[in-house]
Nanobody, 125 residues
Framework: EVQLQAYGGGLVQAGGSLRLSCAAS????????IGWFREAPGKTREGISC?????????YYAESVKGRFTISSDYAKNTVYLQMNSLKPEDTADYYC?????????????????WGQGTQVTVSS
């Protein structure tokens, strides 16, 4: 069973950038689709980006982050990244990564079987 750990969060000013990482332990990401989610205070957890498994992995983005965030994978390092640019105060949330042993990803929470602990991102205005 793959275990996930998200890290790389922090405090950043609006307009700044952060790169989150989702690392696998107890297994590899081979064959797993990976999703990134976030949960802001008082709001439900939302899917913001995902990447399918395999070399020709399809990616998806929520409209709220499209053009600003980029998801990528490095399977040699068992790590999936979320590069976040042009950050806004409304991006403030706890960010989570999740995995499912399927080739295709999805932005819905119920698609995923494995979840890591979150990493906090705070964007100041």
């Amino acid at each position: 069973e793959v275990q996930l750990q998200a890290y790389g969060g922090g405090l950043v000013q609006a307009g700044g950038s952060l790169r989150l990482s989702c690392a696998a332990s107890g297994g590899t990401f081979d064959g797993y689709a990976i999703g990134w989610f976030r949960e802001a205070p008082g709001k439900t957890r939302e899917g913001i980006s995902c990447i399918g498994s395999g070399g020709d992995a399809t990616t998806y983005y929520a409209e709220s982050v499209k053009g600003r965030f980029t998801i990528s994978s490095d399977y040699a390092k068992n790590t999936v990244y979320l590069q976040m640019n042009s950050l806004k105060p409304e991006d403030t949330a706890d960010y989570y990564c999740a995995a499912v042993l399927l080739p295709r990803c999805h932005l819905g929470r119920s698609w995923y079987d494995y979840w890591g602990q979150g990493t906090q991102v705070t964007v100041s205005s």
